[in-house]
């Protein structure tokens, strides 16, 4: 009996129903699309990490059941464009080009809305002491990232504690009351 796909005779088709694809260490410029989309209906992990890629991974938004999307030692920088993703709940993009924290947590804060699990550390944006950062500009940016990311259990390699997210609440809370009653006076006039 002959398994290939169209115009394939003798070759096998593609395997359908997988939960979980790698291509890490594939020298990829390219997010494979066509084999990734293939999944569509049963994909939850998706591993593209170790590649070449800085492309905005556009047609992922199709996976509505991906949950966990791994992004480690590419080429993504702080404007990267992900679609809306609601099932995914884990975001891992260590080791990228991440240099503007705050346009890059509004991104995953928009897109991701029910993220839970969110890693970039060794990120220009994520100080530590890998990567020359100070303790308290490790401090800064796990209170800034936890607060605009309210749904985070975990952030880079460590479990967000209830008073660690209520100093950044109290941190950060100027912040957003300042833009807020900003907008509010712009739509006022």
């Not at 066509?34 to 049963?42: F, G, S």
């Not at 809305?113 to 950062?133: D, Q, R, T, V």
């Not at 008073?163 to 950060?172: G, L």
Request: include cysteine; glycine fraction near 6%.
């Amino acid at each position: 009996m002959e398994t290939g796909g169209p115009g394939q005779p003798g070759q096998p088709g593609p395997v359908l129903g997988l939960r979980s694809l790698s291509f890490a260490y594939q020298g990829l410029l390219e997010i494979p699309y066509e084999v990734i989309l293939a999944q569509r209906d049963t994909l939850e992990v998706l591993d593209l990490s170790y590649n070449l890629l800085e492309e905005s991974p556009a047609l992922l938004g199709e996976l509505e059941k991906l949950s966990t999307l791994i992004l480690d030692c590419n080429s993504y920088s702080s404007h990267v464009k992900f679609p809306y993703m609601p099932s995914v709940t884990t975001v891992w993009i260590n080791k990228n080009k991440v240099g503007n924290l705050p346009i890059f947590v509004e991104e995953i804060r928009s897109k991701f809305p029910n993220i839970k699990i969110l890693s970039m550390m060794n990120n220009e944006s994520a100080p530590s002491y890998f990567n020359g950062g100070s303790l308290d500009q490790y401090i800064d940016y796990r209170q800034y990232v936890i607060s605009q990311i309210p749904s985070l259990k975990i952030l880079d390699d460590t479990e967000v504690l209830e008073k660690e997210r209520a100093q950044a609440k109290k941190t950060y809370r100027m912040q957003r009351t300042r833009e807020g009653s900003k907008k509010r006076k712009e739509l006022q006039h």
